[in-house]
């Protein structure tokens, strides 16, 4: 229930070492901290286009004094989320989703920051853990998935600019997603991105997102402008992004956005008081089926109503238009 409660001790030894442990800092990572005005916090935990995601975990970090590089760090970071629970399902072979990873920032100041990550997701879970009528409960564990990807973002002047990528690699196992049958009990129809009767082979997928955002400081307006594409494998583990309906970062297709923040000039009662209002247009168009998913195939939209083997459980989407409108207060 809680996004990010956390404890640190830095200057080990007095020595440039921190060690962190808690509900990491794992959402709004950079740059994903423009479109929502906020500042980035800490080390800005994970890159916004590798993870969005509530995770509880432990990392220990390390700060040389580089001239070169300003301001950086390399961390290895460990997360684990507790799928398997109190009470075991029956008929499972559920085990714990564990994360490892490594960040490094190679440059770190005010007007340019440039970071690369990589990080491993181990036995990754088949079903959302809510236990819904659609999806049953999480059963199986199907695999494991590899990420790497960085970004790197500037400001010159007024105009803040970013430009990240990311790959997914997919290393599936022989345990799929089950459905109730009924009287035929429970039915394997998928895995890590394969259907049943295909094989289990590992995909890989890339997304690339790029924008930027204007400020105008004398009358608190800020106007950002913003692209993002997934490929046919793309997952991006990313479920916690602010966006209305999906996370558009792990979108299979194009994303387009503009969005105007106005903030309230007036003086802040909290010594951290911020106001502003928000509107904002998305254009989604998908390429493939099963965005922000990894139970399946991916399938080419265009081609399914010539495919009547490919039929979906849902009609999917191939276009969507999301217009905003918000009025936010922080303290």
């Known amino acids: 229930r809680v996004d990010y409660a956390y404890a640190t001790w830095s200057n080990i030894g007095e020595m440039p070492i921190w060690f962190s442990v808690g509900r990491r800092p794992t959402t709004g990572g950079i740059p ?7 500042d980035k916090v800490g080390t800005a935990g994970v890159p916004g286009i590798l993870g969005d995601y ?38 499972s072979s559920l085990k714990d989703t564990d994360f490892y990873g490594v960040m490094a920032g190679l440059y770190d100041t005010e007007n340019l920051r440039a970071q690369v990550q990589y990080q491993r997701g181990v036995h990754i879970f088949d ?18 998935i590899d ?33 109730d049958a009924g009287p035929a009990g429970l039915v394997p129809v998928a895995g890590l991105l394969y259907d049943a009767g295909s094989a289990a082979e590992g995909r890989t997928g890339t997304a ?33 992004a602010d966006d209305v309906w999906t996370s558009k970062l792990g979108t299979r297709g194009s994303v387009y956005e503009i969005y105007i923040i106005q ?13 502003f209002f928000k509107i904002g247009y998305q254009l ?34 191939e276009k969507a238009t999301d217009i905003y409108a918000t009025f936010e207060v922080r303290f």
């Open 263 to 275: 903030e309230l000039r007036n003086k802040p009662i909290a010594k951290k008081g911020q106001a």
């Open 32 to 38: 994903t901290n423009l479109r929502e005005n906020i």
């Open 284 to 317: 989604y168009k998908f390429d493939y089926t099963g965005s922000n998913g990894w139970v399946g195939a991916p399938k080419k939209i265009s081609d399914l109503a010539a495919t009547p083997a490919n039929a979906q459980m849902l009609a999917p989407i």
């Open 54 to 91: 509530a995770c509880d975990g432990a990392t220990v970090g390390y700060a040389p004094d580089i001239a070169a590089m300003p301001g950086a760090f390399v961390k290895l970071c460990y997360g684990k989320g507790y799928d398997r629970g109190l009470i075991t399902t029956a008929g």
């Open 208 to 240: 690339v997102y790029v924008g930027g955002r204007y400020d105008i400081d004398s009358t608190g307006t800020k106007i950002g402008v913003e692209y993002n594409q997934g490929s046919k494998y793309w997952i991006g583990m990313v479920p916690a």
């Open 147 to 179: 990420w790497i990807g960085g970004v790197v973002m500037g400001k010159v002047s007024s105009i803040n600019l970013f430009l990240s990528a990311a790959q997914s690699k997919t290393h599936p196992n022989d345990q799929m997603f089950e459905v």
């Open 127 to 144: 079903a959302p853990s809510d236990g819904s009528a659609l999806t049953g409960p999480v059963r199986h564990n199907l695999g494991n």
